[in-house]
């Protein structure tokens, strides 16, 4: 738990750099973002993972706003797409800490899948974690499903890891 | 085969259509007056917002879904046969009916209701538009009874296994799936906690860029359903769905799509009640068998996080990789327990057609006669994905003629059947013929 909110600490000081970003806990690159998930996965640490995603907040107010689902024209609440993107999003990161918790994983790499670039931020999909294990043996994880840069800051995304 | 652009001549003409409809509506109407599109055969219909009451929509319009459409708690939307809803792509078009809400689709064999995209024949792709969310008031496996939804919109579940949320009867639904948000994509059609009092027979979703149908709890009976080029699982359930299944195909297209069968009952506790325990007979997946557009859609079948199943009659062709997977203690303990039952199947084309979580169970008999050294007396055509042939050429070269089917329950929803798979052999009827379409764009 104190590696975890050593992490958090550092992610949050390093948010203080020049290039502001309204979003909270963020990171400075996917890496670094990905070893704070990591290790807090491995903790069992829901509070930092939650910290680490998108709260509804800034989902409500910083990515909503650009996204097509917006458009007053398509009807949607935004109610409606929080809702249904958290609750997958907990569902997922709840199977993933019980699929690794406790296990001895080291981060490698990360490799995002396609960028979509919105109106003040890009979503990268599909974030694969490059872990090795105690034996050294390297493997790729789903753990997190997109992650989203904003005014060169990371965050999770969601946790939805569409298997 | 009935294609889209039989019943809506003109559809190409989806450039005057998109204009007309910017032309037309106000968001705050629900049902703008028809306009005359040129190279349309049919006056357009736009509809928005909320359905109230009931609402009747006819062969003789074309409906446009713009943005998202709700059927509301105590209203019924009846669509005639031979309609035509095109989602719409630049507003996301979805249809959502909310729990007490109906949708009565009932088309017929020549006259199919279907629903499409807006996009020029050519041009559609999957994810063009939304697709159907049905929530009703079934119950389901998550702790409080209910999907978290919030304001009046999206919760599902309840505790009346036999509500209704209509019937949907020859209906075709096609390049729908589009994402709400990243990392959060639709389903063809998304069964949330819908009851057995409806009905749902003769269904396909083609081109979803999700999942193609997803039963999330409740106790929805399906019949003679087909899912082609999903761009995800074909059949997913989760949350603890128990209803009824026969009759179900799968094409799948290597250039995207995961399992045919991706089966949960709850992800995050695996032993939540009620436990996901849908009876299914009759089945037949067509995976790809080659590489030609892409390295997806290589596996078949996935039992997993605690589901307990009913699987008998199945065939399983193509799928490179693997034909089928148990996978968790909680989902071996159903089948420990005698509560999982599989058998009667064969499954030729994966280079392990069974995996290590199954062998034993065909070994000792458990499993009963599952065969993966005999073909399936597909024809070649079970892999096209223009024309799919789900229909084994006879009786004797179904599985070699060796295996006859377990009948299901006389229970009033399951049919007795002389054959193993989704499909009957020939001569018999090819009842996925008449009013299929699998157009690719």
Redesign the interface.
């Known amino acids: 738990m104190w590696r975890s909110a050593l992490l958090l600490a550092l992610l949050t000081l390093t948010g203080c750099t020049p290039a502001p970003s309204p979003l909270q806990h963020t990171a400075d690159a996917p890496v670094p973002l990905a070893q704070a998930v990591l290790i807090a996965v491995l903790a069992g640490d829901q509070a930092t993972l939650a910290s680490l995603a998108l709260s509804e907040q800034e989902f409500r107010d910083h990515?909503w706003p650009s996204?097509?689902?917006a458009?007053?024209?398509?009807?949607?609440?935004f109610?409606?797409?929080?809702?249904?993107?958290?609750?997958?999003?907990e569902?997922?990161l709840?199977?993933t800490i019980?699929r690794l918790r406790g296990q001895a994983l080291t981060l490698v790499d990360v490799r995002l899948g396609e960028a979509?670039v919105y109106d003040g931020y890009t979503?990268h999909?599909d974030a694969v974690f490059v872990v090795r294990s105690a034996g050294g043996v390297t493997d790729d994880l789903r753990v997190c499903?997109?992650m989203?840069e904003q005014n060169g800051r990371w965050k999770v995304?969601?946790y939805?890891v569409?298997d | 085969m009935v294609h889209a652009t039989d019943i809506l001549k003109g559809l190409t003409a989806a450039a005057a259509l998109a204009a007309a409809v910017v032309m037309t509506v106000p968001v705050a109407a629900q049902l703008q007056p028809p306009v005359t599109v040129p190279g349309i055969d049919r006056p357009v219909v736009v509809v928005t917002g909320e359905i109230e009451g009931t609402m009747n929509w006819t062969n003789n319009f074309v409906y446009v879904l713009r943005g998202a459409v709700f059927v509301n708690d105590g209203a019924t939307l009846n669509i005639q046969a031979g309609t035509l809803i095109a989602g719409e792509a630049g507003s996301v078009g979805t249809l959502i009916v909310l729990r007490g809400g109906r949708l009565n689709a009932i088309g017929t064999r020549t006259q199919p209701i279907v629903f499409t995209s807006d996009q020029p024949v050519g041009q559609r792709a999957r994810g063009d538009w939304g697709g159907i969310i049905l929530n009703g008031r079934a119950p389901l496996n998550i702790p409080g009874g209910e999907g978290v939804g919030e304001a009046q919109t999206g919760v599902y579940g309840g505790n009346d296994p036999n509500d209704s949320s209509g019937t949907m009867r020859y209906v075709r639904l096609e390049f729908a799936g589009t994402e709400f948000s990243p990392d959060n994509e639709l389903n063809g059609i998304a069964f949330q906690g819908v009851g057995r009092g409806g009905a749902f027979e003769y269904i396909q979703v083609h081109m979803n860029r999700d999942d193609a149908f997803e039963w999330f709890g409740g106790t929805a009976d399906i019949k003679h359903a087909i899912a082609s080029n999903a761009g995800d699982d074909s059949f997913d359930w989760t949350f603890g769905w128990t209803g009824r299944a026969q009759f179900l195909a799968v094409h799948q297209r290597s250039d995207d799509g995961d399992w045919a069968i991706e089966a949960d009952n709850n992800e995050f506790n695996n032993n939540l009640l009620p436990r996901a325990n849908p009876q299914i007979y009759n089945f037949t997946s067509c995976g790809d068998p080659d590489t030609n557009e892409g390295v997806e859609a290589f596996r078949a079948v996935l039992f997993r996080r605690g589901t307990a199943v009913t699987f008998r009659n199945f065939v399983i062709a193509g799928s490179r990789t693997l034909g089928m997977q148990i996978d968790g203690a909680a989902t071996l303990d159903q089948v420990n327990n005698g509560t999982t039952q599989i058998g009667a199947g064969v499954i030729f084309g994966p280079a392990t057609p069974l995996h290590a979580s199954v062998v034993p169970f065909v070994t000792n008999g458990r499993f009963p006669n599952v065969r993966t050294g005999v073909a399936t007396g597909l024809s070649a055509g079970c892999f096209q994905h223009e024309s799919p042939n789900f229909q084994p050429t006879s009786v004797a070269t179904l599985a070699g003629g060796q295996l006859a089917p377990i009948q299901p329950p006389n229970d009033g929803f399951f049919e007795t059947v002389t054959f193993i798979g989704a499909v009957p052999p020939a001569p018999q009827d090819d009842w996925t013929a008449g009013w299929t379409a699998y157009p690719q764009r």
Do not use: C, M
């Open positions: 990515i996204l097509p689902a458009r007053p024209e398509r009807n949607l609440p109610s409606y797409v929080w809702g249904d993107l958290h609750q997958k999003s569902t997922g709840r199977a019980d979509t979503v999909r499903g997109s989203v995304f969601s939805v569409d």
